[in-house]
C-alpha cells in the first residue's frame, strides 16, 4: 500500500482517486499515522483484513482504558 500525506492527498486528489479505482490502496497519513485508506467499492477485503482490523480496534481500547470502543469509532480514532 502506497501512503501519502494529508497534505499531499489534498493536492492530488484526482490522481489517487483514479489509482485507486484500478486497484491500488492509497493510506493518507496524518502527523505520521495511518488516518485513512482510499480503496475501490470493488476491491474484496478478506476476512482475514476485516478480524485483524477488529483486533486491533479492541486492543486499542483495551489501552486506552475506559474508553468505549464506539466511542472511537465515533472520534475516528481507529
Given at each position: 500500500m502506497r501512503?501519502?500525506?494529508l497534505f499531499e492527498a489534498k493536492q492530488k486528489l484526482s490522481e489517487l482517486v483514479e489509482r485507486a479505482s484500478e486497484g491500488e490502496r492509497i493510506g493518507i497519513t496524518r502527523r505520521g499515522k495511518l488516518a485513512?485508506?482510499?480503496?475501490?467499492?470493488?476491491?474484496?477485503t478478506t476476512v482475514?483484513?476485516?478480524?485483524?482490523?477488529?483486533?486491533?480496534?479492541q486492543k486499542r481500547a483495551r489501552r486506552?482504558?475506559?474508553?468505549?470502543?464506539k466511542r472511537l469509532i465515533e472520534e475516528g480514532r481507529v
Open positions: 501512503t501519502v500525506g485513512a485508506v482510499i480503496v475501490s467499492p470493488h476491491s474484496k482475514d483484513e476485516i478480524f485483524y482490523g477488529i483486533d486491533k480496534i486506552t482504558k475506559r474508553i468505549a470502543v
